[in-house]
């Protein structure tokens, strides 16, 4: 099953992914590639595989990802042989993707695996408030950026399966815990 968790920038995407991982059996993350560089704390191969932009292009043209987008001047993607491996092994795959991803991915694969889509919902304010005391301080211009996107990934929610308002982080982790556990009885019917 692969779970797809989306919401704009500075939603808690990454940490409400970090807490399924810990406290869920046959969950796993599926890093995704960006040319982006590693922020503060990040380690290759964990949340994100770093690549090149040249490195990142080649990949493209040579088949090997699902889906990718230009997502805040960086490209991001999902790989096809990590995402094939995973879900041939029988795991619970968690992936935070932005909602293009997410809608590319229910296009391709909807037909072949189960997957299940989570839209994590910040109100703008609080979100203005996460982004600038971030731990890698976004400029202001990039936190703009960021906001701006807002009402665009608002607007895609109805293609979600499940819509979570992420103020509470440990009611979210709750709350998505309990919906993967449900989904995987339903898939088991």
């Known amino acids: 099953m692969l779970v797809l968790l989306s919401g704009v920038s500075g939603a808690g995407k990454d940490t409400v992914k970090k807490e399924l991982l810990n406290r869920m059996d046959n969950v796993i993350t599926m890093p995704s590639y960006t040319d982006r560089s590693p922020?503060?704390?990040?380690?290759?191969?964990?949340?994100?595989?770093?690549?090149?932009?040249?490195?990142?292009?080649?990949?493209?043209?040579?088949?090997?990802?699902?889906?990718?987008?230009?997502?805040?001047?960086?490209?991001y993607g999902t790989s096809r042989k990590i995402l094939n491996e995973n879900i041939l092994k029988g795991k619970i795959i968690v992936k935070d993707i932005e909602v293009n991803g997410t809608e590319n991915l229910l296009k391709l694969l909807k037909n072949d695996i189960k997957i299940v889509t989570i839209f994590l919902r910040v109100p703008k304010e609080e979100l203005r408030n996460r982004l600038e005391h971030r731990g890698e301080k976004a400029s202001s211009e990039e936190i703009e950026l960021r906001l701006n996107r807002f009402d665009y990934e608002e607007s895609k929610i109805g293609m979600y399966d499940y819509v979570i308002k992420n103020d509470d982080l440990e009611k979210t982790v709750q709350i998505i815990m309990s919906i993967i556990k449900n989904e995987c009885k339903i898939e088991q019917k």
């Open 39 to 75: 922020r503060p704390g990040e380690v290759n191969g964990e949340i994100y595989n770093f690549i090149t932009t040249e490195e990142f292009k080649q990949k493209i043209e040579e088949g090997e990802f699902y889906e990718y987008s230009v997502h805040h001047e960086h490209y």
